[in-house]
């Protein structure tokens, strides 16, 4: 079965937890037996009347008038699109594939199930997260409040056939607002799952010097749980802070606490091998903490606050917290 394809992701085992869902993702679709059609970067076409009428209707009926920063960003979200416009027609009106799965439901991208159906594709997604309860993020295209950002998220992801969610939390809250919604758990990719043996096995004979946080601060909920941790750690604990965007938080080094930036795998890998515990911290957000899983598959013992752990309670290995103070 061949099925179209659109993803903000190149699938790695080695990345952060959006290139490891990715990479689950295809791994499963190719065990299912689905040849994925990817959407590939599209050569931008001469500006033509078609296109840009074309968009500015398309705009209008994914996103209507209100809600942009401004006119000048609808212009030039209308004017970017008719730049590709023509060839993401093309992709939908490939013949003999009757399927369009969606990973990409961010704003920016809500015109494609729109365009898949017009080309009478069944349109399948699968969010990282729900978008808009994601605190912290900004669009760069509205001005909505989060209300808004929720009610049109539910709104385009009702337009599709199916929808698998990362979370048990999730597929029920999708189910409540009427979209056709399963659960599909984030589960290690091969790769990863190598890896983790691979830890688990060298740290039977390795020495425990440190408690670790590891996650990418950029990303909004990551950095604000660790700054939380951060602020009130005691210094008779050593404690090593990992990840891309974690230089950011510089400022909390201090005698015990070492802020170490993104890693390479092998320095990750020791970092894994010799930490007694992963410290997990997150206010409350969606989607899946993929570390999470990797972690316990690496036999590490995790310390985790309930918004951490909602997506594996009853994991052996995990302890919940519910402050600071409480891990120390």
């Not at 099925?3 to 791994?27: D, F, M, T």
């Not at 758990?185 to 688990?200: G, H, I, T």
């Not at 891309?244 to 320095?267: N, P, R």
Request: with cysteine; charged share 20%; proline share 3%.
């Amino acid at each position: 079965m061949k099925v179209l394809y659109h993803s903000i992701y190149a699938p790695n085992p080695s990345g952060h937890g959006g290139e490891k869902r990715s990479c689950q993702l295809q791994e499963w679709h190719r065990k299912s037996g689905v040849e994925i059609i990817p959407l590939q970067s599209h050569p931008v076409s001469h500006l033509s009347v078609d296109a840009l009428w074309n968009s500015f209707w398309l705009m209008m009926r994914v996103y209507g008038c209100r809600g942009w920063k401004s006119l000048y960003v609808f212009m030039r979200h209308v004017k970017n699109m008719s730049l590709i416009y023509n060839q993401l027609v093309s992709f939908f009106q490939t013949k003999d594939v009757n399927a369009f799965y969606w990973e990409s439901t961010r704003d920016v991208w809500y015109i494609l199930p729109y365009l898949a159906k017009k080309y009478n594709k069944q349109v399948v997604a699968f969010p990282h997260n729900l978008e808009a309860l994601v605190g912290g993020q900004k669009s760069t295209l509205f001005t909505w409040n989060a209300e808004e950002r929720f009610a049109r998220e539910m709104a385009v992801l009702r337009e599709c056939e199916k929808v698998y969610a990362i979370s048990n939390e999730e597929t029920w809250l999708l189910q409540l607002m009427g979209v056709n919604a399963s659960v599909l758990l984030y589960e290690l990719p091969s790769a990863v799952k190598k890896q983790c043996d691979k830890v688990a096995e060298l740290r039977k004979q390795s020495s425990k010097d440190y408690y670790l946080m590891l996650g990418s601060a950029i990303n909004p909920p990551t950095r604000i749980g660790m700054e939380e941790v951060l602020r009130e750690w005691d210094n008779s604990f050593s404690l090593i802070v990992a990840g891309f965007g974690t230089e950011q938080l510089k400022q909390y080094e201090s005698g015990e606490v070492c802020i170490i930036g993104g890693v390479q795998d092998e320095q990750l890998l020791d970092l894994q091998v010799h930490c007694k515990a992963l410290i997990v911290n997150q206010p409350a957000t969606t989607g899946a903490l993929t570390r999470i899983e990797e972690f316990i598959a690496a036999d590490i013992p995790i310390y985790a606050n309930e918004n951490s752990v909602r997506s594996y309670r009853n994991r052996e290995g995990i302890r919940i917290f519910n402050s600071v103070s409480e891990i120390l």
